[in-house]
């Protein structure tokens, strides 16, 4: 598909979504040409709610926002974090460190209420004593 090809089929799938304004080219890094030589079907817009830059496909079939730009700056980084994260490529290494961070998450949660009912059990202690001891 030509340039002009892609721009149209862009503009077509963004039909009725005015704050998403497509950007194909810009200053010293042109990341849009990047991503586009990465995979033909990327593109960068604007998010004029969100006040963000966003990468969409038109692989994808009803909705095509992709991800964030990193640091909302159309740098290297967002070309960095698309290779990352593409599951053609790293498919199941993704989804182990997906995994891998939502069990620190989980052992995090599970660390945080232990020691909170510790604590909360150091607290009532010495009231627990004495009642004991005083019988009621």
Same mark, same amino acid.
């Given at each position: ?5 892609? @721009? ?17 080219? %810009? ?9 586009? !030589? ?12 969100? !006040? ?11 909705? %095509? ?18 290779? *990352? ?7 199941? *290494? ?28 150091? @607290? ?9 001891? @005083?019988?009621?």
């Amino acid at each position: 598909m030509g340039r002009l090809a892609f @721009e149209h089929a862009v503009r077509e799938r963004l039909q009725g979504k005015r704050h998403l304004q497509p950007v194909f080219s %810009t200053g010293l890094y042109n990341v849009p040409h990047a991503l586009r !030589q990465y995979d033909k079907n990327l593109f960068v817009v604007w998010n004029r709610k969100r !006040q963000r830059y966003e990468i969409h496909s038109l692989g994808h079939i009803h909705n %095509t926002y992709a991800c964030d730009v990193p640091n909302n700056r159309l740098d290297s980084r967002a070309e960095e974090a698309i290779r *990352r994260g593409d599951m053609r490529i790293h498919g199941r *290494r993704v989804l182990d460190e997906i995994d891998e961070h939502n069990e620190r998450l989980e052992r995090n949660l599970e660390r945080r209420r232990r020691n909170d009912l510790m604590g909360i059990s150091e @607290e009532m202690y010495p009231y627990f004593r004495r009642l004991g001891w @005083e019988g009621y």
